[in-house]
T-cell receptor, first 114, second 116 residues
Framework: AQSVTQLDSQVPVFEEAPVELRCNYS??????LFWYVQYPNQGLQLLLK??????LVKGINGFEAEFNKSQTSFHLRKPSVHISDTAEYFC????????????FGKGTKLSVKP | NAGVTQTPKFQVLKTGQSMTLQCAQD?????MSWYRQDPGMGLRLIHY???????DQGEVPNGYNVSRSTTEDFPLRLLSAAPSQTSVYFC???????????????FGEGSRLTVL
């Protein structure tokens, strides 16, 4: 069975500092990997996704993530965060089977302080 | 530019009452799903549908029913509400270009349900 582990439930950082949000997955088959962001009192929206090809994926708002098959990781990074990046971030995995249903991690709350 | 619309946004129920959470999308997506979000638990899949007349269970289906009579609508029914169903519910739809089941999920803004 697939599962997703987000290693940090909360990450506080100062504005303009770099940040990394960690995600590990377990699956015995090839996977699709996603990062979604949820701003307060809103639904989730897609940041980026990895389907195949280049292991470095660039998304919206300056975020990027690197797929590492040997370490089964898909960590999200941003070189310089802004106050507006304060949100909860979810990593998700799908094998494409089961109609592509996404399995979500428990989320990481990023808090950017001035 | 509506996307995925959920109603109501807030609801308070008493234990044992029934209700329906409505979800509609105007993007002609075949795939639709319901998730619940609880603090520290992430999002868990309740039910999903791959087209009109086709539904299936997700990870946490007990206590919930769904139907899909049209492509646009995917209501979620609570037959006899319990305090354990207090949660935020999200409806999401997806298009699957090339049928690889890897398309982007579009989420509604959520329905916050409290069961007393």
């Amino acid at each position: 069975a697939q599962s997703v582990t987000q290693l940090d439930s909360q990450v506080p950082v100062f504005e303009e500092a770099p940040v990394e949000l960690r995600c590990n997955y377990s699956s015995s088959v090839s996977v699709y990997l996603f990062w979604y962001v949820q701003y307060p009192n809103q639904g989730l929206q897609l940041l980026l996704k990895y389907l195949s090809g280049s292991t470095l994926v660039k998304g919206i708002n300056g975020f990027e993530a690197e797929f590492n098959k040997s370490q089964t990781s898909f960590h999200l990074r941003k070189p310089s965060v802004h106050i507006s990046d304060t949100a909860e971030y979810f990593c998700a995995v799908s094998s494409g089977g089961s109609q592509g249903n996404l399995i979500f991690g428990k989320g990481t709350k990023l808090s950017v302080k001035p | 530019n509506a996307g995925v619309t959920q109603t109501p946004k807030f609801q308070v129920l008493k234990t044992g009452q029934s209700m329906t959470l409505q979800c509609a999308q105007d993007m002609n997506h075949e795939y639709m799903s319901w998730y619940r979000q609880d603090p520290g638990m992430g999002l868990r899949l309740i039910h999903y549908s791959v087209g009109a007349g086709i539904t299936d269970q997700g990870e946490v289906p007990n206590g919930y029913n769904v139907s899909r009579s049209t492509t646009e609508d995917f209501p979620l029914r609570l037959l006899s509400a319990a305090p354990s169903q207090t949660s935020v519910y999200f409806c999401a739809s997806r298009t699957d270009p090339g049928h690889h089941f890897a398309g982007e999920l579009f989420f509604g803004e959520g329905s916050r349900l409290t069961v007393l």
